[in-house]
């Protein structure tokens, strides 16, 4: 039940709030890696710290056709997640292939501190 759930979610955008800081998830059905770190995001979002705070997360499932240009960019790379400030592209900043709990998190709060 749990592995039909993830797959599904793959698939799916998630907006968790109106936000001041955007994480875009880039992933695949069937990858382990993509899974593990997928478990890291929901662990910092449930930190206390980031309960009702302005940020969001947006899933892109790379193998879908309308993600033709995700899946050219990071096929070889994922998992891959985007940290950006809410309207300023130019903040973004990219972890590759392993996600660590408190990377995220102190990226989020320089993002929130700009």
Request: glycine residues 2%; hydrophobic residues 35%.
């Amino acid at each position: 039940m749990l592995r039909a759930f993830r797959c599904s979610i793959h698939t799916s955008r998630v907006l968790l709030h109106d936000a001041g800081v955007k994480l875009t998830f880039f992933s695949k059905p069937n990858c382990g890696l993509c899974d593990q770190a997928k478990e890291v995001i929901d662990d910092v979002f449930e930190r206390k710290e980031f309960h009702n705070k302005a940020v969001s997360l947006e899933i892109v499932n790379i193998t879908d056709r309308r993600n033709a240009k995700w899946w050219k960019e990071y096929c070889f790379d994922i998992p891959v997640l985007h940290i950006e400030k809410v309207g300023d592209p130019k903040s973004c900043t990219k972890i590759l292939h392993f996600l660590e709990e408190d990377d995220i998190s102190d990226k989020i709060r320089r993002m929130q501190s700009r």
